[in-house]
Nanobody, 118 residues
Framework: QVQLVESGGGLVQPGGSLRLSCAASGITFYQYVMGWYRQAPGKQRELVAAITSGGTTNYADSVKGRFTISRDNAKNTVYLQMNSLKPEDTAVYYC????????????WGKGTLVTVSS
């Protein structure tokens, strides 16, 4: 059974920081590109950042220079360090695991809420 469990969300003031974690189980972690997506109220889900097993990263323009994605393949965990948070970063953040080799597979976590407000 595949599980992606996010943690680390919460309420933070503008300019503050949060670190999200996503612990994966039931998958061969290194085979997957791991990503963080977010969905704000009334908006579509969007890619925030992604990282390959080799460490290649990709970021949405809106978070470049503020957010950092990383992964620990030994711990089957992916992280999202979020700095200089803005109110527009408020959203539910979802962890995603996607495998495009061998056989396509795609899994989602249940999400963690990040609220940036004073």
């Amino acid at each position: 059974q595949v599980q992606l469990v996010e943690s680390g969300g919460g309420l933070v003031q503008p300019g503050g920081s949060l670190r999200l974690s996503c612990a994966a189980s039931g998958i061969t972690f290194y085979q997957y590109v791991m990503g963080w997506y977010r969905q704000a109220p009334g908006k579509q889900r969007e890619l925030v950042a992604a990282i390959t097993s080799g460490g290649t990263t990709n970021y949405a323009d809106s978070v470049k220079g503020r957010f950092t994605i990383s992964r620990d393949n030994a711990k089957n965990t992916v992280y999202l360090q979020m700095n200089s948070l803005k109110p527009e970063d408020t959203a539910v953040y979802y962890c995603n695991a996607e495998r495009t080799v061998i056989r396509y597979a795609n899994y989602w976590g249940k999400g963690t809420l990040v609220t940036v407000s004073s």
